[in-house]
């Protein structure tokens, strides 16, 4: 999706309407790694898990969310059911994957996501 909000904006709009809908997320990729191990200059999407229900579509809807097929700088992943964020963590008002998911998503994504999984582990996960 691409949502017209600067990363700032975006890091608080974003989970404020999901909390307002009720929809549990946890915020994963490049955004929750910079959060746990800071290393990246600049993070240009936002990646969040979110466990399904016909709510995300209203939250979407508010944020005027539009489908992309490139430059999107929201990404949605559907996850089957809350036990698959179960870990996740509040900090700053917001709710963050475990490091070890972030961790794993990072090793699914292109570009320095990678790089950033490899600091991620050396940094927080210590292995």
Same mark, same amino acid.
């Given at each position: ?10 890091? /608080? ?31 240009? !999407? ?49 709710? /963050?994957?475990?490091? !070890?998911?972030? /961790? ?20 927080? !996960?210590?292995?």
């Amino acid at each position: 999706y691409y949502v017209a909000l600067n990363h700032v904006d975006a890091t /608080y709009r974003i989970p404020k309407t999901f909390d307002k809908y009720r929809i549990e997320y946890a915020l994963t990729g490049e955004a929750a790694a910079q959060h746990y191990a800071p290393w990246l200059t600049h993070v240009s !999407i936002m990646r969040f898990r979110l466990v399904y229900s016909n709510r995300i579509e209203d939250a979407l809807s508010e944020l005027e969310a539009k489908l992309t097929t490139e430059g999107a700088n929201l990404s949605v992943i559907e996850v089957a059911s809350p036990k698959d964020i179960a870990f996740r963590r509040r900090e700053d008002d917001l709710w /963050y994957a475990h490091p !070890i998911q972030v /961790y794993l998503d990072l090793l699914r994504l292109e570009g320095r996501a990678k790089d950033a999984a490899q600091h991620l582990r050396e940094e927080v !996960i210590g292995f």
